[in-house]
């Protein structure tokens, strides 16, 4: 069975400082998507960056990148320039191609310091 | 366009009585899931619509949860004589065909207080 596991349950970073967010699964699969989701106040889960197992480049979106370790199993995820909009719960998730239920981490609550 | 929406927003019950969550997906999109995030956990997949064919309901933890979706859109998930530990958010997303290339899209969620 698939697993996710995000082992810093809160982060905090000074704003516009750079922080990374850690995330590890495990899987014999070779074909596969990760994202990374972000959870508000508001409830709403956002995605914010996907990544097809099957490309070795990192994906990367505005102040968003992830370092993508297919070899460890390592899917984290670094923000950039932080800013107070970036606090919220993030949420690493796994999804087994040709299936559809998203394997999802615990998370991590990220403080942004002003 | 719009998004997911769901309704309510919030909902108060008493333990041993039914509740009807529900969600609209955004238009276009053939399949609809549902989750349940408890209190700082992660999301736990529910069900899975996939156009007119038969749901996955693998993740419905007792024979007191159901869910129908009508006319391939609205859904709603139904709890019969609630439990305090069905306490928690209700999630719904929905997505273009539910291929694995496919991202999900959340609603707001409905949280669930069984007292």
């Known amino acids: 069975a698939q697993t996710v596991t995000q082992s810093q349950p809160e982060m905090s970073v000074q704003e516009a400082e750079t922080v990374t967010l850690s995330c590890t699964y495990d899987?014999?699969?070779?074909?596969?998507?990760l994202f990374w989701y972000k959870q508000p106040p508001s409830r709403q889960m956002i995605l914010v960056i996907r990544?097809?197992?099957?490309k070795q480049q990192n994906a990367t979106e505005n102040r968003f990148s992830v370092n993508f370790q297919k070899a460890a199993k390592s899917f984290s995820l670094k923000i950039s320039d932080s800013q107070l909009g970036d606090a919220a719960m993030y949420f690493c998730a796994f999804l087994r191609n040709s299936n559809y239920q998203l394997i999802w981490g615990a998370g991590t609550k990220l403080i942004i310091k002003p | 366009g719009a998004g997911v929406s769901q309704s309510p927003s919030n909902k108060v019950t008493e333990k041993g009585k039914d509740v009807e969550l529900r969600c609209d997906p955004i238009s276009g999109h053939t399949a609809l899931y549902w989750y349940r995030q408890s209190l700082g956990q992660g999301l736990e997949f529910l069900i899975y619509f996939q156009g007119n064919s038969a749901p996955d309901k693998s993740g419905l933890p007792s024979d007191r949860f159901s869910a129908e979706r009508t006319g391939g859109s609205v859904s709603t998930l139904t709890i019969q004589r609630t439990q305090q530990e069905d306490s928690a958010v209700y999630l719904c997303?929905?997505?273009?065909?539910?291929?694995?290339?496919?991202?999900?899209?959340f609603g707001p969620g409905t949280r669930l207080t069984v007292l």
């Open positions: 990544q097809e197992a099957y």
């Open positions: 899987t014999s699969e070779s074909d596969y998507y």
């Open positions: 997303a929905s997505s273009f065909d539910g291929l694995g290339e496919d991202t999900q899209y």
